[in-house]
Protein backbone atom coordinates (compact mmCIF):
# COMPACT_ATOMS: atom_id res chain seq x y z
CA UNK A 1 0.00 0.00 0.00
CA UNK A 2 1.63 3.19 -0.99
CA UNK A 3 0.63 6.05 1.11
CA UNK A 4 1.47 9.60 0.48
CA UNK A 5 0.22 10.85 4.42
CA UNK A 6 -0.21 13.93 6.06
CA UNK A 7 0.45 17.38 4.40
CA UNK A 8 -0.44 19.75 7.02
CA UNK A 9 1.37 23.64 7.75
CA UNK A 10 0.05 24.09 11.57
CA UNK A 11 0.47 27.60 13.18
CA UNK A 12 0.85 27.46 16.66
CA UNK A 13 -1.03 30.10 19.05
CA UNK A 14 2.04 30.81 20.99
CA UNK A 15 5.35 29.72 22.54
CA UNK A 16 5.82 29.93 25.89
CA UNK A 17 8.72 31.26 27.52
CA UNK A 18 9.90 28.09 29.11
CA UNK A 19 11.60 26.39 26.04
CA UNK A 20 12.88 23.61 27.58
CA UNK A 21 9.47 22.48 27.97
CA UNK A 22 8.99 22.42 24.39
CA UNK A 23 6.96 21.65 23.22
CA UNK A 24 5.13 20.57 26.26
CA UNK A 25 2.17 23.85 26.87
CA UNK A 26 1.84 24.70 23.43
CA UNK A 27 -0.72 24.11 20.25
CA UNK A 28 -1.32 24.11 17.10
CA UNK A 29 -4.30 24.83 14.79
CA UNK A 30 -4.19 24.23 10.79
CA UNK A 31 -5.02 22.29 7.89
CA UNK A 32 -3.84 18.92 7.34
CA UNK A 33 -4.64 17.10 4.10
CA UNK A 34 -4.20 12.87 3.94
CA UNK A 35 -3.91 11.66 0.66
CA UNK A 36 -3.71 7.12 0.08
CA UNK A 37 -3.76 5.06 -2.93
CA UNK A 38 -4.67 1.91 -2.98
CA UNK A 39 -4.70 -0.95 -6.05
CA UNK A 40 -8.04 0.40 -7.47
CA UNK A 41 -8.88 3.67 -5.39
CA UNK A 42 -7.88 6.34 -4.39
CA UNK A 43 -8.83 8.10 -0.79
CA UNK A 44 -8.51 12.06 0.49
CA UNK A 45 -8.91 13.91 3.58
CA UNK A 46 -9.01 17.40 4.09
CA UNK A 47 -9.47 18.79 7.47
CA UNK A 48 -8.77 21.14 10.10
CA UNK A 49 -6.70 19.91 12.55
CA UNK A 50 -5.93 21.18 16.65
CA UNK A 51 -3.72 19.66 18.34
CA UNK A 52 -2.87 20.52 22.39
CA UNK A 53 -0.72 19.58 25.31
CA UNK A 54 -3.17 19.36 28.51
CA UNK A 55 -2.07 18.50 32.18
CA UNK A 56 -1.41 15.02 33.82
CA UNK A 57 -0.04 13.73 30.23
CA UNK A 58 -2.93 14.18 28.29
CA UNK A 59 -3.19 15.42 24.56
CA UNK A 60 -6.14 17.15 22.89
CA UNK A 61 -6.32 16.26 19.08
CA UNK A 62 -9.79 18.01 17.41
CA UNK A 63 -10.53 17.22 13.70
CA UNK A 64 -12.86 18.16 11.21
CA UNK A 65 -13.66 17.47 7.70
CA UNK A 66 -14.55 15.86 4.20
CA UNK A 67 -13.11 12.42 3.52
CA UNK A 68 -13.34 11.10 -0.23
CA UNK A 69 -12.97 7.76 -2.05
CA UNK A 70 -12.45 8.31 -5.37
CA UNK A 71 -12.14 4.81 -8.08
CA UNK A 72 -10.25 4.59 -10.58
CA UNK A 73 -11.35 6.99 -13.22
CA UNK A 74 -10.66 9.93 -10.22
CA UNK A 75 -14.58 9.75 -9.77
CA UNK A 76 -16.16 10.48 -6.47
CA UNK A 77 -17.80 7.27 -5.46
CA UNK A 78 -18.33 7.77 -1.10
CA UNK A 79 -18.11 10.59 0.82
CA UNK A 80 -18.02 11.38 4.27
CA UNK A 81 -17.59 14.20 7.26
CA UNK A 82 -15.38 13.88 9.92
CA UNK A 83 -15.78 15.77 13.77
CA UNK A 84 -14.37 14.16 16.30
CA UNK A 85 -12.30 14.94 19.38
CA UNK A 86 -9.93 12.72 20.71
CA UNK A 87 -8.26 12.33 24.16
CA UNK A 88 -5.02 10.52 24.35
CA UNK A 89 -2.62 9.58 27.44
CA UNK A 90 1.07 10.21 26.31
CA UNK A 91 4.04 8.75 27.74
CA UNK A 92 7.47 10.17 26.60
CA UNK A 93 9.39 7.43 25.88
CA UNK A 94 12.54 8.68 24.96
CA UNK A 95 13.93 12.36 24.73
CA UNK A 96 16.64 11.46 22.60
CA UNK A 97 14.53 10.66 19.82
CA UNK A 98 11.66 12.33 21.77
CA UNK A 99 9.30 10.12 20.85
CA UNK A 100 5.73 9.96 22.70
CA UNK A 101 3.40 6.79 22.64
CA UNK A 102 -0.09 8.29 22.67
CA UNK A 103 -3.08 5.91 23.72
CA UNK A 104 -7.01 7.26 22.80
CA UNK A 105 -9.05 7.36 26.14
CA UNK A 106 -11.68 9.12 24.90
CA UNK A 107 -13.33 9.47 21.30
CA UNK A 108 -15.83 12.30 21.23
CA UNK A 109 -17.67 12.05 17.75
CA UNK A 110 -20.23 14.54 16.83
CA UNK A 111 -23.81 13.50 15.73
CA UNK A 112 -22.48 14.83 11.54
CA UNK A 113 -19.29 13.10 12.13
CA UNK A 114 -20.47 9.48 9.86
CA UNK A 115 -16.61 8.30 8.96
CA UNK A 116 -17.32 4.53 8.87
CA UNK A 117 -14.43 2.24 10.19
CA UNK A 118 -13.84 1.40 6.04
CA UNK A 119 -13.18 5.24 5.90
CA UNK A 120 -11.16 5.57 9.29
CA UNK A 121 -8.93 2.92 8.37
CA UNK A 122 -8.07 4.51 5.19
CA UNK A 123 -7.23 8.02 6.34
CA UNK A 124 -6.64 8.41 9.89
CA UNK A 125 -4.62 7.12 12.51
CA UNK A 126 -5.87 4.23 14.20
CA UNK A 127 -5.59 5.87 17.52
CA UNK A 128 -8.22 8.73 15.85
CA UNK A 129 -11.15 5.93 15.72
CA UNK A 130 -10.23 2.91 18.11
CA UNK A 131 -10.59 4.03 21.26
CA UNK A 132 -7.32 2.49 23.41
CA UNK A 133 -5.15 1.53 20.60
CA UNK A 134 -1.71 3.42 21.24
CA UNK A 135 0.45 5.05 18.41
CA UNK A 136 3.76 6.05 18.55
CA UNK A 137 4.72 9.99 17.27
CA UNK A 138 7.91 11.98 17.52
CA UNK A 139 7.69 15.63 18.06
CA UNK A 140 10.73 16.91 17.14
CA UNK A 141 11.87 20.22 18.03
CA UNK A 142 13.41 22.08 14.74
CA UNK A 143 13.53 25.52 15.88
CA UNK A 144 12.60 28.46 18.78
CA UNK A 145 9.05 28.47 16.79
CA UNK A 146 9.09 25.18 14.63
CA UNK A 147 7.89 21.71 15.54
CA UNK A 148 7.57 18.36 13.19
CA UNK A 149 5.20 15.83 14.20
CA UNK A 150 6.08 12.68 12.78
CA UNK A 151 4.81 8.95 12.59
CA UNK A 152 7.20 5.93 11.96
CA UNK A 153 5.55 5.98 8.33
CA UNK A 154 6.43 9.85 7.22
CA UNK A 155 6.03 13.18 8.46
CA UNK A 156 2.56 13.83 9.27
CA UNK A 157 2.60 17.99 9.94
CA UNK A 158 4.72 20.99 11.00
CA UNK A 159 3.49 23.27 13.70
CA UNK A 160 4.83 26.81 13.41
CA UNK A 161 4.19 28.88 16.12
CA UNK A 162 3.74 32.32 16.76
CA UNK A 163 5.76 34.57 19.10
CA UNK A 164 3.44 36.58 21.80
CA UNK A 165 3.39 40.25 21.14
Request: aromatic content about 10%; hydrophobic content about 35%; glycine content about 4%.
Amino acid sequence: MAVTLLAANLYGTSVKNNKIAFPVNTSCRGNMIVEPTYDNERARLTSSLYFSFLDNNKILISLSGTGYLYDKTGKVIERKTLLRNIYFDYVHESKSTDTYSLTSTQINIDSVDNMDWKMSSLLLMNSFFLNGHTDTLVLKKYDENTMFIESNQSPIMMCVFKSEL
